[in-house]
């Protein structure tokens, strides 16, 4: 484990050798700079390979996973040690929660209730296969929840809250501020693309 100020340097150290499955940076949705409470643990390798994983602290006792990193030489399993030593950590902390954050376009009609379950499970699974079928070429749903759910979370619904009189350009707006839509642009303008195989 480290401070966040010598994560920030770690990260930008090694900033070219990061494995990102695209070039699109998200704004707004992560904490990316060193902030207080920011806590960081850093994997490091025998042949060089670096990964780290970044957590903020919402509470006292409450904590949130921020951002997985790994390098290009990084060995395989080096995340989930990461994590699983951060989560040993914070259990020695006595800390009442610790969430791995979300995973877009990962329905779950489960909580529904029966008169609107129906309409509402279908809606959820459209937009759920619409969303991913736009990210598939910059974005891995899928390896991201078969990752996480590796840890046995206990899986929360988490919605978007809006106005009635909400307009279209405004949700485009907030998407082409966060650089969301970013994600969707090749496969609105190109064909389908070859997975990658980058999870994190």
């Not at 309409?119 to 991201?144: D, I, M, N, P």
Request: net charge positive; proline share 5%; hydrophobic share 35%.
């Amino acid at each position: 484990m480290c401070s966040a100020e010598t994560a920030g340097a770690l990260f930008l150290k090694h900033q070219k050798n990061w494995c990102f499955r695209s070039n699109v940076q998200l704004r707004g949705l992560f904490i990316r700079r060193p902030v207080r409470n920011l806590s960081c643990y850093v994997y490091e390798g025998d042949k060089g390979g670096v990964a780290l994983i970044t957590l903020s602290q919402r509470a006292p006792n409450s904590f949130h996973l921020e951002m997985m990193k790994r390098t290009r030489d990084a060995p395989t399993g080096c995340m989930e040690a990461l994590l699983a030593y951060a989560i040993k950590t914070l259990q020695a902390r006595n800390a009442d929660s610790f969430s791995l954050g979300e995973v877009p376009f990962r329905g779950n009609s489960e909580n529904l209730t029966p008169q609107r379950y129906n309409c509402s499970r279908f809606l959820e699974r459209l937009f759920s296969r619409v969303g991913t079928t736009l990210v598939r070429s910059k974005y891995s749903v899928s390896g991201l929840y078969n990752f996480k759910n590796k840890f046995h979370p206990e899986w929360q619904p988490a919605f978007w809250v809006m106005r009635r009189d909400v307009q279209l350009s405004d949700l485009l707006a907030t998407a082409s501020a966060t650089r969301a839509l970013h994600l969707a642009l090749p496969s609105l303008f190109s064909g389908p693309h070859k997975p990658h195989n980058d999870n994190h």
